[in-house]
């Protein structure tokens, strides 16, 4: 009896065991294909795409279409590159000058966004519980309404008989209308405040998390609330500041919309460029060129961004 009450113990062991393994199996076939799947929509997505600008820079501009790379010798495969689209951007000094003006704007519209979304998310995140979902809401709101109609509303407040300068008249402010539309200023604005939400949400994030602990033991110690602010609460919310300063700097830089509607014809930024080569000069090549150009830039601040990330974590495990 004792032989056979073992053999069913040892049965049901190697049943438990075995459905163990299956589980696990089908558990790690269930991860891989999970991790998996982003992976392959951005294989399709954002790597093919990026594969197919560069594959167009390397070529040359027929009359309506974009040679081939390949071509056949004496039976063998040919691969033709031709780099000429590139050595001319380098060499050219509106393009250069282009660059440089992009980077000068979102540069600039990072930090103003810096300045007036740091005091914000302060604000909001030592608010009373109660109200930060309001807050939250407040800053969400504009997204609420379509990009282009914000654009074009701000458009209209803008123009010399727009609101602003009709009320500034109507009250005795100034006697003709101020230039506002079609400088660095409406180009700011407009940039700023599209772009705002993407700086205060990280850093409202960040901020919610801090431990007050830190705080208190910086009073007890005599740090003046400057010196707390400055020593404890900002070094503690770097992470909330390069997350937003890369949502905020990185889609500026290739703002188009902006620039066209509030800008002007003058201002030089590379979504502007890479239109006119597009549709207005037909030249696919040199348009391609400059778009992989301007994916070099973004790729400098998300390599660090990513550095710092990988630091924290280090750090934090």
């Not at 790690?28 to 799947?37: F, K, N, T």
């Not at 379509?146 to 009709?166: C, D």
Request: net charge neutral; with cysteine; glycine share 6%.
């Amino acid at each position: 009896m004792e032989r056979s009450s073992d053999g069913r113990v040892d049965a049901v062991k190697g049943q438990v065991m075995h459905k163990i393994s299956n589980a696990l199996r089908n558990f790690s076939a269930g991860r891989h294909l999970l991790i998996g799947v982003p992976y392959l929509w951005f294989l399709l997505l954002a790597l093919v795409p990026l594969l197919i600008v560069l594959k167009i820079s390397l070529s040359e501009m027929e009359v309506t279409s974009v040679s081939s790379m390949i071509s056949w010798r004496q039976g063998w495969p040919t691969l033709k590159l031709n780099f000429s689209s590139y050595l001319f951007i380098s060499s050219d000094a509106l393009y250069v000058q282009t660059y440089l003006s992009s980077l000068k704007y979102a540069l600039l519209t990072t930090l103003i966004c810096l300045a007036i979304g740091y005091p914000f998310s302060y604000f909001m995140a030592r608010s009373a519980k109660h109200l930060q979902p309001t807050l939250l809401m407040l800053i969400m709101l504009p997204f609420w309404t379509s990009f282009l109609l914000r654009i074009y509303a701000w458009k209209m407040l803008l123009v010399n008989n727009g609101v602003i300068n009709n009320v500034l008249m109507s009250i005795g402010m100034i006697d003709a209308p101020l230039e506002m539309m079609n400088t660095p200023f409406s180009l700011m604005v407009g940039m700023v405040y599209s772009y705002l939400p993407f700086m205060i949400l990280p850093l409202y994030a960040n901020l919610s998390k801090l431990d007050l602990r830190y705080l208190e033991a910086a009073a007890d110690l005599g740090a003046n609330p400057f010196k707390t602010f400055w020593l404890i609460t900002v070094p503690l919310s770097k992470a909330g500041i390069i997350a937003g300063a890369m949502l905020v700097f990185i889609p500026a830089l290739g703002e188009y919309v902006i620039p066209e509607l509030l800008g002007g014809p003058n201002t030089l930024m590379i979504g502007r460029v890479l239109w006119d080569e597009f549709f207005s000069n037909n030249d696919w090549p040199m348009a391609s060129a400059v778009a992989v150009l301007m994916v070099l830039l973004i790729m400098l601040p998300m390599a660090i961004y990513n550095k710092y990330q990988s630091e924290q974590s280090g750090l934090n495990s």
